[in-house]
């Protein structure tokens, strides 16, 4: 017999709780301090007169029926009691009034107060007396700095005007080292329940406790992985734009697939690239001929790159980022394109904008961001030459017409506009997503959108790519994780982050569009 079987130790455990249970309320009880405190509760609200907002019809007599003032009268009877495990003394008020609490009555007007006690407590009816801070004005009732011990408790019988049964109340006032709360136990003059509070929350406990462990027992056996998955180690590289989709990506595929060990290393769509030929050039010898490299990569590799194999991922939208102090909120392509060769350098040069010379804040000539601006909003343009290493000034090129600096990721370019006035960058589109200090450009008329992304027309899009050395073996880490990034929770994945996934129905019409 195996007494350490999975089943036997829960058993024990079990045993163990609900021993160990049986002794918890009794220690938490009895052994645990409690804090001081002044517990309250309204133990009746009732209409006494027959105004129609109280919802009840009434007979009366006397001066219930001889006051004009009783049409709308309700009687509240609040009691206030010791509930905590420590005697109350008047200096444990923390107020600087004379009175210790104060009972607020929402919407109704106090008419007259009472204050009874039970016999045991006789002796607490002098700090009721004349100068002890008894008193009322409005809804708002004064209650004397009363000593009270463990259990004792007073009653006030309050006449009311001017609002319905069971309109708002709260018992306002501070107790040094405790609190006031409003409580629901029951009084002595009630009938208590069968366990305290404190039971029936140890009770429910246990109860959770061992019905999960008898989940335990009965749970089915732990799933086996997705069929797609594969072990080994495996590097993502390239665009920084697709870097966070990359990372969500690589995150889910290792925690479905024990085993897989996914690194995300973005330094640009060009430098991915050319770092993934030069890796496959140095292993063309091995078994694989293939290294665990995956390249993602903003537009088509150059046509040199002849050995690499790609794999269409998702249309991407990128935007035109520009300052608030210029407040020009469309640009046409042929405008774009004279702004990054230099030709307009202040923006008061076209219509609407500031006396403010432009500055161009771009990304190096490794990004994919940089490239598809290039290739399809300048239709083959270049921007004019670097002549700023700092955004502010031109240090590199003097005599160039406009200041154009290259900044090395997205998150620096961002930066750059929003806290340098006339400048113009660009970005992915999900990094514009929340903006301060600048805005996004429509460009000839169309926002950047994903959900109208084939009838809007909007240019500054691009097909992201996979790339891989040759085709990864069908076994291999790379080629599950492709197939796991353009199907299934992939898709999800990239969906999340404002691009459309070419296997979609759109999607495959657009990646195949854009040639």
């Not at 930066?415 to 006035?421: E, L, R």
Request: one cysteine or more.
């Amino acid at each position: 017999m195996n007494w350490l079987s999975t089943e036997n130790i829960i058993a024990v455990l079990a045993i163990l709780v609900g021993v160990a249970g049986a002794f918890v309320p009794v220690l938490l009880e009895r052994r645990v301090p409690r804090r001081k405190r002044i517990g309250y509760r309204k133990q009746m609200d009732t209409a006494i007169g027959d105004n129609v907002r109280t919802g009840d019809a009434n007979a009366r007599l006397g001066l219930f029926d001889e006051a004009p003032e009783m049409s709308d009268a309700t009687l509240v009877l609040l009691r206030v009691e010791n509930d905590g495990s420590l005697p109350i003394d008047v200096a444990d008020y923390t107020g600087r009034s004379p009175h210790g609490l104060t009972a607020v009555f929402e919407h109704r007007t106090i008419r007259a107060v009472a204050v009874t006690l039970p016999p045991e407590a006789d002796h607490l009816m002098e700090h009721f007396a004349p100068g002890t801070g008894l008193g009322y004005e409005s809804g708002r009732l004064h209650i004397p700095r009363v000593p009270l011990n463990r259990g004792e408790y007073y009653k006030l019988l309050v006449l009311l005007t001017g609002g319905p049964v069971d309109s708002g109340y709260t018992v306002i006032g501070g107790i040094q080292g405790g609190e006031t709360h409003e409580n629901h136990s029951a009084a002595p003059d009630e009938k208590p329940p069968v366990f305290s509070r404190l039971s029936q929350r140890v009770a429910i406990a246990l109860s959770l406790v061992i019905l999960g462990l008898a989940g335990l027992i009965l749970r089915p056996d732990a799933e086996p992985p997705p069929s797609y998955c594969e072990t080994g180690t495996l590097t993502l590289t390239g665009s920084t734009a697709f870097e966070e989709v990359a990372s969500e990506l690589a995150e889910k595929y290792m925690s479905a697939c024990d085993g897989s060990t996914i690194k995300v290393n973005a330094h640009g769509s060009r430098s991915g690239i050319r770092e993934l030929a030069a890796m496959g050039t140095e292993s063309a010898g091995d078994e694989d001929g293939s290294p665990p490299v995956i390249a993602f990569s903003d537009g088509p590799r150059p046509s040199s790159y002849t050995r690499l194999s790609e794999t269409r991922v998702a249309v991407s939208l990128f935007a035109l980022v520009l300052n608030d102090d210029v407040p020009l909120k469309n640009l046409s392509s042929r405008d774009v394109g004279r702004l990054f060769r230099g030709e307009i350098r202040n923006w008061n040069e076209l219509p609407g904008g500031p006396d403010r010379p432009v500055v161009l804040v771009s990304r190096g000539s490794s990004s994919g961001t940089r490239v598809t601006l290039q290739r399809q909003v300048l239709k083959g343009g270049s921007e004019i030459q670097e002549s700023s290493s700092d955004c502010l000034t031109k240090d590199i090129s003097p005599a160039a017409p406009v200041i154009r600096c290259e900044l090395d990721d997205t998150d620096q370019v961002l930066d750059t506009v929003a806290t340098t006035p006339g400048a113009i960058g660009y970005s992915e589109l999900r990094d514009t997503i929340t903006l301060k200090g600048m805005h996004r450009l429509n460009l000839n008329g169309h926002a950047p959108s994903i959900d109208h992304i084939q009838s809007s027309g909007y240019p500054y899009r691009e097909i992201e790519y996979a790339y891989t050395y040759g085709s990864p073996p069908a076994d291999s880490l790379a080629s599950s994780f492709l197939a796991y990034a353009i199907r299934g929770n992939g898709q999800d994945v990239v969906r999340t982050h404002g691009h459309l996934p070419c296997q979609t129905p759109v999607g495959l019409r657009m990646c195949g569009e854009e040639e």
